[in-house]
T-cell receptor, first 111, second 111 residues
Framework: GAVVSQHPSWVICKSGTSVKIECRSL??????MFWYRQFPKQSLMLMAT?????????EQGVEKDKFLINHASLTLSTLTVTSAHPEDSSFYIC???????FGSGTRLTVV | QKEVEQNSGPLSVPEGAIASLNCTYS??????FFWYRQYSGKSPELIMS????GDKEDGRFTAQLNKASQYVSLLIRDSQPSDSATYLC???????????FGTGTSLTVIP
């Protein structure tokens, strides 16, 4: 089946710095990828839809200037959390399909 | 009102028993429904999808959908300790659009 690789699996960063999370489709080409965020004991919330070669589509309430998404190739989408703050600490998950094919997730802790 | 609601639990069942997980959704336009298993610190794994009223069985898992009552359930027969996880329900309004996760129900299977 389709495999999505997400890296890093966890990261700790200082407040005010930026963090990049990579999501790669290993055995197929993904024109669209999805980025989710999950706070402890809460739902997965769709943040944005990443489109290869064009701008990402952000969900309501998600700051596009803070969460930069780049999908420059058919196998790689990146999410950069800029000027991270402790409230951005969360579990970030990418997916090559809105319903399945999730990456392994990235636990971000901002201190 | 949340789009998809689940009892957060925790739900505890003895090994070998049937675990019953329930989910309600608010949008009558929801057409597709999904159950996921999520182990702590991991991404969700798709267990089953269901689109029509009635039951759908896959191994030890049975999904039940009642659109009139806006209710979806997941039964796990012969529960095993390895089934201990958080189970997420999700609803999709139209293919490719508006996908909502519930907050999940924590299940513990006691050996």
């Amino acid at each position: 089946g389709a495999v999505v690789s997400q890296h890093p699996s966890w990261v700790i960063c200082k407040s005010g710095t930026s963090v990049k999370i990579e999501c790669r489709s290993l055995d197929f080409q993904a024109t669209t990828m999805f980025w989710y965020r999950q706070f402890p004991k809460q739902s997965l919330m769709l943040m944005a839809t990443s489109n290869e070669g064009s701008k990402a589509t952000y969900e309501q309430g998600v700051e596009k200037d803070k969460f930069l998404i780049n999908h420059a190739s058919l196998t790689l989408s990146t999410l950069t959390v800029t000027s991270a703050h402790p409230e951005d600490s969360s579990f970030y998950i990418c997916s090559a399909s809105i319903t399945d094919t999730f990456g392994s997730g990235t636990r971000l802790t901002v201190v | 009102q949340k789009e998809v609601e689940q009892n957060s639990g925790p739900l505890s069942v003895p090994e070998g028993a049937i675990a019953s997980l329930n989910c309600t959704y608010s949008d009558r336009g929801s057409q597709s429904f999904f159950w996921y298993r999520q182990y702590s610190g991991k991404s969700p794994e798709l267990i089953m999808s269901i689109y029509s009223n009635g039951d759908k069985e896959d191994g030890r898992f049975t999904a039940q959908l009642n659109k009139a009552s806006q209710y979806v359930s997941l039964l796990i027969r012969d529960s095993q300790p390895s089934d201990s996880a958080t189970y997420l329900c999700a609803a999709q309004i139209t293919p490719g659009n508006q996908f909502y996760f519930g907050t999940g129900t924590s299940l513990t299977v006691i050996p």
